[in-house]
């Protein structure tokens, strides 16, 4: 089952930040942080992924506190392509350990 | 070129048939997934699996079975259908060399299976 808290669902204006939280009290000192999107219809999405330290590609940035009992995700200039379900994961960085996902935050990117 | 295709895109069948989801991935990777999304959106793993193992689901039906004849294919047969198998199928596969995770996932576009 998942090991994380997100908020079902949040709105941000075109060309604001978004910031997508979430919970992971129970995190383990050797499971990763991995942040996932699925457009609609679509196949999910990998974005990013962090153990300890903050992470920024093209796509996003993550900040992991540093207790590491959450995270955010923070997609700097939102736009309406940005809408979907993101999904935060923990998952141990080891082979055969599957991706669990949880219920996501459905994210609405409004004009 | 797609990375993790699968075939087909949709897929109505009666009660009772089997059939069969194929999945193909170019990207070298060793080990693939398949996935369930049932009606209220929610992701869940069936199967992963590379050259040297098969992870199941334990809440999976034995009536699911997922037949990789190379690397680069994973099939997932399914027998008996019934009307509750009726969801969005989502392959996936990732390379792990040495233990570690060291890529990302990459996922099909789905294939939507409707049992009538």
């Known amino acids: 089952d998942a090991k994380t808290t997100q908020p079902p669902s949040m709105d941000c204006a075109e060309g604001r930040a978004a910031n997508l939280p979430c919970n992971h009290s129970t995190i383990s000192g050797n499971e990763y942080v991995y942040w996932y999107r699925q457009i609609h219809s679509q196949g999910p999405q990998y974005i990013i992924h962090?153990?300890?330290n903050n992470e920024t590609n093209e796509m996003a940035s993550l900040i992991i506190t540093e207790d590491r009992k959450s995270s955010t995700l923070i997609l700097p200039h939102a736009t309406l392509r940005d809408t979907a379900v993101y999904y935060c994961i923990v998952r141990v960085g080891n082979a055969g350990n599957m991706l669990t996902f949880g219920g996501g935050t459905r994210l609405m990117v409004k004009p | 070129d797609t990375a993790v295709s699968q075939t087909p895109k949709y897929l109505v069948t009666q009660m009772g048939n089997d059939k069969s989801i194929k999945c193909e991935q170019n990207?070298?990777?060793?080990?693939m997934y398949w996935y369930k999304q049932d009606s209220k959106k929610f992701l869940k793993i069936m199967f992963s699996?590379?050259?040297?193992?098969?992870?199941i689901n334990e809440t999976v039906p034995n009536r699911f079975s997922p037949k990789s004849p190379d690397k680069a294919h994973l099939n997932l047969h399914i027998n008996s259908l019934e009307l509750g198998d009726s969801a969005v199928y989502f392959c996936?596969?990732?390379?792990?060399?040495?233990?570690?995770?060291?890529?990302?996932?990459?996922f099909g576009q789905g294939t939507r299976l409707t049992v009538v």
């Open positions: 962090g153990l300890k």
């Open positions: 699996y590379n050259n040297k193992e098969l992870i």
């Open positions: 996936a596969s990732s390379h792990e060399s040495s233990g570690v995770w060291d890529t990302e996932a990459f």
């Open positions: 990207l070298g990777h060793d080990t």
